[in-house]
């Protein structure tokens, strides 16, 4: 089983600030099948990206994923308010499709 | 426009057994795969269970291994969890998810969620 590690595991900026979370994997996630969400408080997940880098539909070009192996990063250029959630990564190369434990990002 | 409504959650006793629907609208049923994916009280994401378009793969999460068993029912456009000898650990928010690629053999990420329902497991 494939166990990812995000971090920080809370992070505390202003809106308008650049924020970098981290996710990375115990064994090499296979063609890079790793994929970022955005989940709100009582809310359903959001895909963000998928495959490491490539935006899902609707989802702003602020948002942008990096990384391969078993490092992954997910950037927000500047932050809105809408923003401030918990972000997951989860990886789909191999069974079972593990999750991280989460960045929560909260207003400064 | 996609639409994915989960039930039949509510409150078992350990041991207990409970089979959760999620009705599936807005896309072409059986050509996605589909996941169940969980959330404990305020805690993070779960992958459960990953069943092929066509019924016939089926992976689990090592936790549920033995214990849930994930079905569909393509001509109703029906997901179901049977979850058998359920423990309090259980005890989550279970969501439906549709799979982002189809005709897939294996699970990708998922494009598409149910609202959830939640599952208690208490005596």
């Known amino acids: 089983e494939i166990v990812l590690t995000q971090s920080p595991g809370t992070l505390s900026l202003s809106p308008g600030e650049r924020a970098t979370l981290s996710c990375r994997a115990s064994q090499s996630v296979s063609s890079n099948y790793l994929a970022w969400y955005q989940q709100k408080p009582g809310q359903a997940p959001r895909l963000l990206i998928y495959?490491?880098?490539s935006r899902a539909t609707g989802i702003p070009d602020r948002f942008s994923g990096s990384g391969s192996g078993t490092d992954f990063t997910l950037t927000i250029s500047r932050l809105e308010p809408e923003d401030f959630a918990v972000y997951y990564c989860?990886?789909?190369?191999?069974?079972?499709?593990?999750f991280g434990q989460g960045t929560k990002l909260e207003i400064k | 426009q996609v639409q994915l409504v989960e039930s039949g959650g509510g409150v078992v006793q350990p041991g207990g057994s409970l089979r959760l629907s999620c009705e599936a609208s807005g896309f072409t049923f059986n050509r996605f795969g589909m996941h169940w994916v969980r959330q404990a009280p305020g805690k993070g994401l779960e992958w459960v269970a990953f069943?092929?378009?066509?019924?016939?793969?089926?992976y689990y999460a090592d936790s549920v291994k033995g214990r849930f068993t994930i079905s569909s029912d393509n001509s109703k456009n029906m997901l179901f969890l049977q979850m058998n000898s359920l423990r309090p650990e259980d005890t989550a928010v279970y969501f439906c998810?549709?799979?982002?690629?189809?005709?897939?053999?294996?699970?990708?990420?998922?494009?598409?969620w149910g609202q959830g329902t939640l599952v208690t497991v208490s005596s």
């Open positions: 495959g490491a880098s």
């Open positions: 069943i092929r378009y066509d019924g016939n793969n089926k």
């Open positions: 989860q990886q789909y190369g191999s069974s079972p499709y593990t």
């Open positions: 998810a549709k799979d982002s690629i189809d005709w897939s053999s294996y699970g990708y990420y998922s494009d598409y």
